[in-house]
C-alpha cells in the first residue's frame, strides 16, 4: 500500500504585497505608485474602473485602494464589484471630508476593510496596507489549512477502511499458517517420536547396553532443561539425547562396551569414546534430529575446555551437551553406589558439585541439584493412575506409563491416546502372554 502523507506542509503566503489602485487623477496615483514601491510593494495602477475589474479577474491583488470621486464608476460601485470579482482581496477606500455619506455606502455595499481621507499620511497608508495584506494572508493560509486537513481527513477514513480491510486479511492469513504449523509441528513431534523409539527398541534388545540407564538419563535431561526455563522444544530434544546418548555403541564391538570403562586398554578407550561420532554419524539423515545429533557428538566436553572431541569451552557446548554430560556422569554414579537410595543420590551429585565450573556447566548443575530433590519427592507416586489390563481398554485412554514387551522393547510410549486399533493389537498381545498387562492408565 502507498504510504499516506499525514504532515501538513502548507507554509504562510510570502512575498511582496500586491496592490490595486484606482484614481482618475494620475498625479495621485503617481504618488500611490512611488510610495508603496519604496515599501517594497507590488502596485497596478488604474484610471479606468472597467479596465481595474479586468486585472482583478486575470491577477490576484491582496490590497485594493480605490478613490471616491469618480467620473464614470464612483468608488462605491467600484468596490461593489470588485468584491464580486476578488471577494477575499481586502478593500480600502480614499474619501475626502466631503463625502462621508458615500463612505458609509460603501462600507456597507462594498464592504471595504478600511478608508483614509484625503490627504493621507505615507507612514499611515503603508500601515493600513500592511495589515490588510496580512488579514489577507492569514484568511488565505487558514483557507488553505482547512482544505488540506479536510483532504487530510478524507485520505485517513479510506485509510482506516484499507486498514481494516488489511488486517481482517492478514488475520485470516496468520490463523492460516498457524494451522499449518500447528499441523507441521505435530508431524515433526511424531516424526521425532518414531525416530527415537525406534532407535530405543535397537538400544534395548542389545543385551550388552542398560536400556534403563538411559530411560533415566532421558528422563532427568528433560527434567534438568524444564528447570533452566529452556523452551519446550529444546527440552523435548534433550530428552532424545538423553535416550540415545549410547546410540552409537551399536556400531561397535561388543567388547567395547560390555565391561566397565577402566578396564579398557588406552586403544580400546579412545575406540570407545568415539561413539557419539558414530551416533552423529547414524542420525544424520534424520534431519530433523540434527539437534539431537550435536547434543550427543559434544557430551564429552567439557567446561572448562579439556574434553573431547573438539576441546569446546563454556558457552561454545550446545546447552544440551552440557545438560547430557552432567546427566550422564550423575546417573552412572548412582548406579554404581550400592548404598540406599537417599545415599547414592547424595554421593553421586556430591560427585558432579565437585566439578562443577569445571568439568560441568555451574547453572547445570544447580539445576540437576533441584530436579534430583524433586524427582525424588515425587517419586513412585501414581495416585493419580489406575492400573488395568488390555481387556478393560477403551478409547481416549491416555497411557501413564510406557509399555515394554517381556524382552524390555517398548510398545507404546508414556502419554498415548488409546484407538480401536491399538486397543485391538494390544489386546491380541496380551492373549498370547502367560500374564495380562499391568497397563497405568492416567485418571
Not at 193 to 209: D, Q, S
Not at 234 to 250: D, E, F, K, N, P
Not at 362 to 379: I, M, R, T
Request: glycine content about 6%; proline content about 5%; charged content about 20%.
Amino acid at each position: 500500500m502507498e504510504q499516506t502523507q499525514t504532515s501538513i506542509n502548507i507554509q504562510p503566503p510570502n512575498g511582496p504585497i500586491r496592490v490595486l489602485c484606482l484614481d482618475d487623477e494620475p498625479g495621485v496615483l503617481k504618488v500611490l505608485k512611488r510610495t508603496l514601491r519604496m515599501s517594497g510593494m507590488q502596485v497596478a495602477v488604474f484610471e479606468c474602473g472597467e479596465l481595474a475589474l479586468k486585472a482583478l479577474s486575470d491577477d490576484e491583488f491582496e490590497v485594493i485602494i480605490s478613490d471616491m470621486r469618480m467620473p464614470e464608476m464612483d468608488g462605491v460601485e467600484f468596490l461593489t464589484k470588485a468584491r464580486q470579482v476578488s471577494p477575499q482581496s481586502q478593500r480600502v477606500l480614499l474619501s475626502g471630508y466631503a463625502d462621508m455619506d458615500s463612505t458609509i455606502a460603501a462600507i456597507n455595499e462594498g464592504g471595504i476593510h478600511n478608508f483614509l481621507q484625503k490627504p493621507w499620511q505615507n507612514e499611515t497608508l503603508v500601515h493600513i496596507i500592511k495589515d490588510a495584506a496580512e488579514k489577507y494572508r492569514l484568511k488565505q493560509y487558514t483557507q488553505a489549512l482547512q482544505a488540506e486537513i479536510s483532504k487530510q481527513n478524507e485520505q485517513l477514513k479510506i485509510l482506516n477502511g484499507n486498514l481494516e480491510e488489511l488486517v481482517e486479511k492478514r488475520t485470516t492469513q496468520i490463523r492460516t499458517v498457524l494451522r499449518q504449523l500447528e499441523t507441521a509441528n505435530k508431524r515433526e513431534q511424531d516424526e521425532h517420536r518414531a525416530t527415537v523409539e525406534l532407535l530405543y527398541n535397537f538400544i534395548n534388545a542389545n543385551p550388552y547396553i542398560d536400556a534403563g540407564m538411559a530411560k533415566q538419563i532421558a528422563q532427568l535431561c528433560g527434567s534438568v532443561a524444564h528447570e533452566l526455563g529452556l523452551s519446550e522444544r529444546v527440552v523435548q530434544l534433550t530428552r532424545m539425547a538423553g535416550y540415545l546418548s549410547q546410540v552409537g555403541l551399536l556400531a561397535m564391538d561388543p567388547a567395547l562396551y560390555n565391561q566397565p570403562i577402566e578396564n579398557l586398554s588406552p586403544q580400546q578407550r579412545k575406540l570407545f569414546f568415539t561413539h557419539p561420532a558414530t551416533a552423529q554419524l547414524m542420525l544424520m539423515p534424520a534431519q530433523h534430529l540434527s539437534d539431537v545429533g550435536e547434543a550427543i557428538y559434544h557430551q564429552f566436553e567439557k567446561y572448562n575446555g579439556q574434553g573431547i572431541p573438539k576441546g569446546l569451552k563454556g558457552k561454545d557446548i550446545p546447552i544440551g551437551a552440557h545438560i547430557l554430560a552432567a546427566v550422564r556422569d550423575y546417573v552412572e554414579h548412582l548406579l554404581k553406589n550400592k548404598d540406599a537410595k537417599s545415599e547414592q543420590r547424595t554421593h553421586a551429585l556430591e560427585m558432579i558439585k565437585m566439578y562443577s565450573g569445571s568439568f560441568y556447566h555451574p547453572k547445570v548443575v544447580s539445576a540437576l541439584e533441584v530436579a534430583v530433590q524433586s524427582d525424588a519427592q515425587g517419586a513412585e507416586q501414581v495416585g493419580s493412575l489406575n492400573i488395568i489390563n488390555a481387556q478393560a481398554l477403551e478409547p481416549g485412554m491416555e497411557l501413564g506409563l510406557a509399555i515394554h514387551s517381556h524382552k524390555g522393547i517398548m510398545l507404546l510410549p508414556k502419554g498415548h491416546v488409546f484407538t480401536p486399533a491399538t486397543i485391538a493389537k494390544l489386546q491380541q498381545l496380551e492373549s498370547q502372554k502367560p500374564t495380562p498387562f499391568r497397563i497405568l492408565i492416567k485418571t
